[in-house]
């Protein structure tokens, strides 16, 4: 199973930048998919996730400007994120708990994404 995640780059304070992130490789079932950041020198945290059903979580500071949401038919997990403020640059990381089968075997894993840069400009 492989996840890419696109979209990152740089974008001034106040404006938007949409991730996609999509799963690829034997999949049998997703379930919850989430989108994660990680600043440099600071923990990585959860931004917003996603069930299959898709009922959504996210952190206090995604509430209100950030909006997660899922194609479950393209495997592709998305955040749309608004009003962009600088303490929002990290490297944003998408996230999946798939169900695959590989060689016959069902296997249920946790897998990451490569990450991508978002930058945001004062």
């Known amino acids: 199973v492989q996840l890419q995640a696109f979209g990152g780059g740089l974008v001034q304070a106040g404006g938007p930048l949409r991730l996609s992130c999509a799963a690829s490789?034997?999949?049998?079932?997703?379930?919850?998919m989430g989108w994660y950041r990680q600043a440099p020198g600071n923990e990585r945290v959860l931004v917003a996730d996603?069930?299959?059903?898709?009922?959504?979580n996210y952190a206090d500071s995604a509430k209100g400007r950030f909006t997660i949401s899922r194609d479950n038919a393209k495997n592709t997990v998305y955040l749309q994120m608004n009003s962009l403020k600088p303490e929002d640059t990290a490297v944003y990381l998408c996230?999946?708990?798939?169900?695959?089968?590989?060689?016959?075997?069902?296997?249920?894993?946790?897998?990451w994404g490569q990450g991508t840069q978002v930058t945001v400009s004062s």
């Open positions: 996230n999946a708990n798939v169900i695959s089968r590989d060689y016959g075997d069902y296997v249920a894993g946790r897998y």
């Open positions: 490789g034997g999949i049998v079932r997703i379930d919850d």
């Open positions: 996603i069930n299959s059903g898709g009922s959504t």
